[in-house]
């Protein structure tokens, strides 16, 4: 199905929420559950906001996914969740002034694509997403993409660095 429209924040909730497809951008944190934002996922939201809201748009929904609540590990926590609803998420292209938002996102270099496996949906605007993918990281926008994987090792140390310490340690005495 496409439609045609101006771009809202869903502040009104009356807008249905839709999901980019095929792009993994930084996330924004829950502050109910005491989440940060990811590294970012400000900077992320900001240019998609700039690019699209209060625009005309083109939406074109793609696919649609159905989401179950995690099973936890307590019984009490996995019924309380079966009893809750599968969330389906809308996947859909959006164009704004004849371009692809997930496209211009990506070449921005505030998102990757996420190639998917055989058994999952896909946009018809794979090769598109990839192309811009490329040509962010040839015009050096991947540093976004540095950042972001770097913030994940942050604090931790692997088992490399471990082994290398214990080497140092038994050393010394």
């Known amino acids: 199905a496409e439609y045609m429209g101006t771009v809202v924040p869903l502040d009104g909730g009356a807008p249905q929420r839709i999901f980019l497809p095929n792009i993994r ?3 924004i944190g829950n502050t109910r559950k005491g989440e940060a934002d ?5 900077e992320a939201k900001e240019f998609v906001r700039r690019n699209a809201v209060g625009k005309k748009a ?19 926590v996995k019924e309380a969740q079966a009893a809750q609803p599968a969330r389906t998420l809308t996947f859909a292209t959006v164009i704004v002034n004849e371009r692809n938002l997930g ?6 270099g505030f998102a990757t694509v996420n190639v998917p496996r055989a058994d999952e ?6 090769k598109a997403l990839t192309d811009a993918q490329e040509r962010a990281r040839l015009q ?11 913030q994940r090792h942050v604090g931790r140390t692997t088992h490399c660095q471990q082994h ?4 140092r340690n038994s050393s010394i005495s």
Do not use: C, W, Y
């Not at 159905?66 to 019984?75: F, L, Q, T, V």
């Not at 496209?103 to 921005?108: G, T």
């Open 140 to 150: 050096r926008l991947d540093f976004i993409l540095v950042v972001l994987q770097s």
């Open 164 to 167: 290398k310490q214990r080497r």
């Open 38 to 42: 990811k590294p970012l996922a400000f």
């Open 25 to 27: 951008a930084p996330a």
């Open 58 to 76: 083109n939406v074109e929904i793609e696919f649609t996914r159905e989401i179950r609540p995690r099973a936890g590990e307590d019984e009490e």
């Open 103 to 108: 496209e211009m996102v990506v070449e921005a």
């Open 121 to 126: 949906d896909f946009t018809q605007h794979l």
